[in-house]
């Protein structure tokens, strides 16, 4: 019986952080896009969703490199 308890708390405590992680991750993505957004059209003088467009990235890289 002490076993079993034992395995369920440990999957319940595992599944929680795995929980948990991914939640971080996602907001993480989430506010690192939200702030992209804010970036490019509040403080530069871009259009937000020109963020998302694949020659702004090249452009950036190629800036870069």
């Given at each position: 019986?002490?076993?079993?308890?034992?395995?369920?708390?440990?999957?319940?405590?595992?599944?929680?952080?795995?929980?948990?992680?991914?939640?971080?991750?996602?907001?993480v993505i989430i506010f690192f896009i939200v702030g992209l957004f804010i970036g490019y059209a509040g403080i530069g003088d871009g259009h937000f969703w020109e963020v998302v467009n694949t020659d702004t990235w090249r452009h950036i890289i190629d800036f870069v490199q």
């Open positions: 019986m002490e076993q079993t308890t034992l395995k369920d708390s440990v999957w319940k405590n595992i599944s929680k952080v795995t929980f948990f992680v991914i939640l971080i991750l996602l907001l």
